[in-house]
């Protein structure tokens, strides 16, 4: 691959359009859309374009082991989120600032929730003892065997 083909696929994969990119990859101005359009009908070229393209959204897509660290971190409320607060100040003006505050326990509860569904704990039975100890049991088996009527 040439190197002017080499910026196409580059600017092709910045800004999404064929006579662009053969622009900014330094084709004539005047046949950029001809050049950009030959240019992505190339196998070798679009081959390109598709693994570029395919590396980037892998690096923007979030991922199972990036998703559960998420829902881990939240459930142990490891993570912080911004919340605008408003104080009074005297004479019946406020001001309001940025805060930090360790997420609500609705929203650890939901990640706790997802985290067990994706484990198949969500079919356990929560039992919650007097002495406030948390007993987990398996419910029991339906019975399956259904007579035919």
């Known amino acids: 691959m040439t190197e002017k083909q080499k910026r196409f696929v580059d600017y092709f994969i910045e800004t999404g359009n064929k006579t662009e990119a053969a622009k900014k990859a330094g084709y004539s101005e005047k046949r950029a859309a001809e050049i950009g359009a030959e240019n992505y009908r190339k196998p070798h070229i679009k081959a390109a374009i598709d693994a570029g393209l395919k590396e980037l959204q892998d690096e923007r897509t979030a991922g199972k082991t990036e998703v559960m660290q998420f829902l881990t971190a939240v459930m142990r409320g490891e993570l912080q989120e911004e919340v605008v607060t408003s104080e ?48 987990f049991i398996e419910p029991p088996d339906e019975d399956v065997s259904h007579a035919d009527d």
């Open 88 to 135: 009074g100040t005297g004479d019946g003006r406020s001001q309001t600032k940025i805060v930090k505050k360790q997420v609500s326990a609705h929203d650890r509860l939901d990640a706790a929730k997802q985290l067990a569904r994706r484990y198949g704990l969500d079919k356990l039975v929560v039992e919650q003892k007097l002495d406030d100890r948390i007993q």
